[in-house]
């Protein structure tokens, strides 16, 4: 007689101890740097360049030199008398404190519980994390709105303004908006011809326009290597990757046999046109029209992202082209980690601090600022809505 099992058979218990990292998507701005030197007055090859703050200070500056300008002395005429001045400007960067911590124990029946899985040792990695997705957003909120945010909060307490070089995606170059030192001002410049633009997508004939604008129109200056790096928004970037789409980077390869293949080191390369590198930026950031009011949107640290939300308006996608050194980090503290223990060392609080600020790179005179004197040759901020069609 075979032996009979009665009721549910007994099961081994198999706990997988390790725990997996949520799913995220990289942050492309890691891979572009240059570092300032106080007694070079020229921009650092790299879109984001680097100043050291002295220790406690919240603010910097840089100075650089313009090229000469002047009308040259031909023929018999006298030179003297028609000297040029050299111009200098000034860059004023600054710096705020910003942290983030978070909440372990050290022993006690929750510790132990959760032992087998390292939590505890993962806080520091979790930390290093939140903070390199952090600057992310403080990035892009530099090339399109001047400051990061925490700029805004005391001591420092800046105010945002939108950047200078607006490229519009269905706007003729002479009906682009014009920039106005008055913020308010130039927000409704920028409203007006979002919503008198026809839209539509990124294709090549925009490719071709915006290459143009870069170079003649706002003479965007260039990486030592003569191109530009051009983010494209990922909502944007699926029709240039749409081999099916005959005005599109994909499309047009296919159609020409141009290139086969985009090979690059960078796994967001979408290819090159003309002087730009583009590459897919899936966190890039989203403005909202509404009337005269723009709204800007990012994508913050983990499950942060407000993109998308608002109520009323059109949504535009935000692109950004960046030359030579368009952005500075500004420092005055390196990251360092640091410990709060509570309730007989039970409960420690672990912390990452440092001391940084993102500035947008514009150059202005010396105690002045005037939609004249202002220069920005160093980044544009590029806009286009489109509507998804079903897949």
């Known amino acids: 007689m075979a032996l009979r099992l009665i009721g549910t058979p007994l099961e081994q218990q198999d706990w997988d101890n390790t725990l997996r990292r949520e799913s995220l998507t990289r942050d492309i701005y890691q891979d572009f740097s240059g570092t300032f030197s106080d007694d070079k007055q020229a921009l650092p090859n790299g879109i984001i360049a680097k100043k050291t703050l002295t220790s406690g200070s919240t603010k910097g500056t840089q100075g650089i030199i313009l090229n000469l300008s002047g009308e040259e002395t031909v023929g018999r005429e006298e030179q003297l008398g028609r000297s040029e001045d050299q111009e200098t400007k000034e860059l004023d960067v600054f710096s705020n404190d910003v942290s983030h911590a978070v909440n372990t124990e050290r022993y006690g029946i929750d510790a132990h519980s959760k ?197 009323g308006g059109t949504d535009y996608d935000v692109g950004m082209v960046h030359g030579k050194g368009g952005a500075v980090e500004a420092m005055h503290e390196i990251m360092h980690f640091e410990e709060e223990i509570q309730n007989f060392s039970k409960l420690v609080s672990v912390g990452g601090f440092v001391g940084y600020g993102m500035n947008r790179t514009v150059f202005d005179d010396i105690g002045a600022e005037s939609d004249t004197s202002e220069i920005n040759q160093n980044s544009a901020v590029i806009l286009a809505r489109t509507s998804l069609a079903a897949v």
Request: hydrophobic share 35%; proline share 4%.
């Open 115 to 311: 032992k087998a899985y390292g939590i505890l040792e993962l806080v520091q990695p979790q930390i290093s994390l939140y903070h390199k997705e952090l600057k992310g957003k403080y990035i892009r909120e530099a090339f399109l709105e001047r400051y990061s945010s925490n700029l805004l909060v005391a001591p420092t307490s800046l105010t945002q303004r939108w950047n200078e070089n607006i490229f519009i995606k269905g706007v003729t170059f002479a009906a682009q908006p014009a920039y106005d030192s008055n913020n308010t001002t130039y927000e409704t410049q920028i409203t007006a011809a979002a919503t008198a633009g026809s839209g539509g997508q990124w294709d090549v004939t925009f490719l071709n326009a915006l290459n143009h604008w870069i170079t003649a129109i706002k003479k965007i200056e260039p990486m030592d290597n003569g191109r530009y790096i051009v983010t494209v928004p990922s909502r944007q970037s699926m029709f240039l990757k749409d081999p099916g789409a005959a005005n599109s980077i994909a499309g047009l390869f296919k159609d020409s046999n141009v290139e086969t293949a985009a090979t690059n080191a960078y796994k967001w390369y979408l290819g090159s046109y003309g002087v730009m590198d583009l590459y897919e930026d899936p966190r890039s950031a989203v403005v909202n029209v509404n009337g005269s009011s723009l709204t800007s949107f990012y994508k913050g640290p983990g499950r942060q992202d407000d993109r998308y939300t608002a109520v």
